[in-house]
């Protein structure tokens, strides 16, 4: 079968077994087409997958678009050297594309979320209170004719600026707050390009070794993580502290 119109001319393999027949059977059935095969690229840039003994590499991993956004994805390649702890490699895309957001969308992005939590600290009411008593003053000699719009763009731009000087903006959650790059994971990094380099049977015990010792650091923070949020709720319940809990 011709399989150029769909995979192209750089694939790195020339024979391709069930599964790739099955992918481009696929993509041929949803008009798709695999851009990771099209790109002139050296052949460790193309492949995707080591053997653990790092003799044979294979290209197993694709990127898939729709034939009507063929030309916005601009170049595909593995990179061997980011580490996901995996015998797979990294595959990125490079994508060109105009986006286009509605108007409910942008207003949803444009929206700040304030630190609601310190209207717990006397403090900070007083001052909210006499910040929008201040900016709301100027509002008390409005004629009766002004337009609406006008007076409530006004309003609202009074709420939200007391809001940001008083309570400040509210910081968005980290992801996975006990995951730190720090010495382990480039510890495993290097380990991992020296068994690139060096597919020796030395240097995968080494890698595999690093791996073990990177896994138990991170399962030991978590598992430390989780019981402080564990004791935190506890803490929030017995105070009925609800907002937190």
């Not at 995979?7 to 481009?24: A, K, P």
């Not at 980011?82 to 994508?95: N, P, Q, R, S």
């Not at 957001?101 to 006397?122: C, H, I, S, T, Y």
């Not at 719009?149 to 996975?176: D, R």
Request: include cysteine.
């Amino acid at each position: 079968m011709n399989f150029k119109p769909t995979i192209g001319q750089e694939s790195l393999h020339q024979d391709s077994n069930d599964n790739g027949v099955r992918l481009v059977n696929f993509a041929t059935s949803k008009k798709l087409v695999v851009k990771s095969t099209m790109f002139p690229h050296r052949n460790i840039h193309k492949y995707t997958w080591t053997s653990p003994d790092g003799k044979t590499h294979n290209q197993i991993d694709h990127v898939l678009i729709g034939r009507r956004w063929y030309s916005s994805v601009l170049d595909v390649r593995s990179f061997r050297g980011a580490d996901c702890d995996t015998d797979h490699y990294l595959v990125i895309a490079k994508v060109r594309e105009r986006l286009v957001v509605g108007k409910q969308a942008a207003q949803r992005f444009d929206r700040q979320k304030f630190n609601l939590r310190k209207f717990n600290e006397p403090e900070v009411r007083e001052q909210y209170q006499i910040e929008i008593t201040n900016r709301s003053a100027a509002l008390k000699n409005l004629n009766d004719d002004e337009d609406v719009n006008w007076t409530w763009e006004n309003i609202k731009e009074n709420i939200q600026t007391s809001a940001k000087e008083s309570l400040g903006l509210h910081e968005l959650k980290q992801n996975k707050p006990w995951f730190d790059e720090g010495f382990f994971l480039d510890q495993r990094k290097r380990a991992k390009m020296q068994w690139i380099q060096d597919p020796s049977q030395s240097n995968v015990d080494i890698l595999n070794n690093v791996r073990r010792e990177v896994s138990r650091h991170f399962r030991n923070k978590k598992k430390a993580y989780l019981r402080a949020k564990i004791e935190e709720l506890e803490t929030n319940s017995k105070i009925q502290n609800i907002r937190d809990l």
